[in-house]
């Protein structure tokens, strides 16, 4: 089944504290992509990726950080996370490089920073 | 930079009933995606628009891109229950093709 799975899907943590979710896709897709999502807000951008070691940033990268050294993994880092970091966060993927297709999205992790 | 704007926010519609949603952005874009948001699930893509001109339909959604107005609809036709949802433009940077803004959502509520 195609799919894109991220973990965990819910994590509450304190901050300062380093975390890594991570993002996998089944579906040999160039790009991938993160999101954040908040009350009244919509989605966000932090990250996204064109293909392998091809990162750029999006709207919000601050205070994220994100790798791409495999197709099918883009992990997004929190060095040192703080309370307004505390959101829904999706992963995307899609065939093509330039959002040509449709994107998949996974299942959203929600994050809470105390 | 770009802005995308949705209108309106909150949208109550009656079953059966005819609807649109705009969604406005701010520079010069030929790519839009519309989504669609269940509460507490995922996004599902409902049309991908890559052209000035573009129209594309599912079932009771239709959806059009206009790139010299930089205004996209969703046109709702004959509401039913099942369309409640949160819908989403967001439209491709047209300087950086894997850079994506998203409009605020619209709410879309279906009463009987």
């Known amino acids: 089944e195609a799919q894109v799975t991220q973990n965990p899907r819910y994590l509450i943590t304190v901050t300062g504290k380093k975390l890594t979710v991570t993002c996998s896709q089944n579906m040999n897709h160039e790009y991938m992509s993160w999101y954040r999502q908040d009350p009244g807000l919509g989605l966000r951008q932090i990250y996204y990726s064109m293909n392998v070691e091809v990162t750029d940033k999006g709207d919000v990268p601050e205070g994220y950080k994100v790798s791409r050294k495999e197709k099918r993994n883009f992990p997004l880092i929190l060095e040192s996370p703080s309370p307004n970091q505390t959101s829904l966060y999706f992963c995307?993927?899609?065939f093509g490089g330039g959002l040509l297709l449709e994107a998949f999205f996974g299942q959203g992790t929600r994050l809470t920073v105390v | 930079e770009l802005k995308v704007e949705q209108n309106p926010l909150f949208l109550s519609m009656q079953e059966g009933k005819n609807y649109t949603i705009y969604c406005n952005y701010s520079?010069?874009?030929?790519?839009l995606y519309w989504y669609r948001q269940d509460p507490g699930k995922s996004l599902e893509s409902l049309f991908v628009l890559l052209s000035n001109g573009a129209v594309k339909q599912e079932g009771r959604l239709m959806a059009s891109l206009d790139t010299k107005a930089r205004l996209s609809t969703l046109h709702i036709t004959a509401a039913v229950h099942d369309l409640s949802a949160t819908y989403f433009c967001?439209?491709?940077?047209?300087?950086?093709?894997?850079?994506?803004?998203f409009g605020q959502g619209t709410i879309l509520t279906v009463h009987p």
């Open positions: 995307a993927s899609s």
């Open positions: 520079t010069t874009s030929d790519r």
């Open positions: 967001a439209v491709v940077h047209s300087t950086s093709y894997g850079k994506l803004t």
